[in-house]
């Protein structure tokens, strides 16, 4: 069983930048492919990035493609998304989320993701 803990979320202003985090406080995440995610009030979750295990390959949306930068520390069971020149419309709740799906390319879809974190707010300020 995966827990995952998201953090580093938080209020910016448009143009500025966050760092998320997400930990798994128990299990190990190295041999998982990990993806972000994200939702607005009214909306289905959304695609925003993803790392196979070992970090081979990554994926980003074209929404945040050249922003947005998805890494991770398999030392310390972490992955990270590096947000940068934030923009309002970029506000919602951010997940991330686990799967057992190892090969390239990481998967998109909400489906194929076991674990999930509660999340962590996001909010950018125009």
């Known amino acids: 069983q995966l827990q995952l803990v998201e953090s580093g979320g938080g209020l910016v202003q448009a143009g500025g930048s966050l760092r998320l985090a997400c930990a798994a406080s128990?299990?190990?995440?190295?041999?998982?492919?990990v993806g972000w995610f994200r939702r607005t009030p009214g909306q289905e979750r959304e695609f925003v990035a993803a790392i196979t295990w070992r970090g081979v390959v990554t994926d980003h949306s074209e929404s945040v493609k050249g922003r947005f930068s998805i890494s991770r520390d398999d030392a310390n069971n972490t992955v990270y998304l590096q947000m940068s020149s934030l923009k309002p419309e970029d506000t919602a709740v951010y997940f991330c989320?686990?799967?057992?799906?190892?090969?390239?390319?990481?998967?998109?879809?909400?489906?194929?993701?076991?674990?999930w974190g509660q999340g962590t707010q996001v909010t950018v300020s125009s």
């Open positions: 128990s299990g190990t995440f190295s041999s998982y492919t």
């Open positions: 989320a686990a799967s057992a799906r190892v090969h390239a390319p990481p998967p998109r879809f909400t489906e194929l993701y076991t674990y």
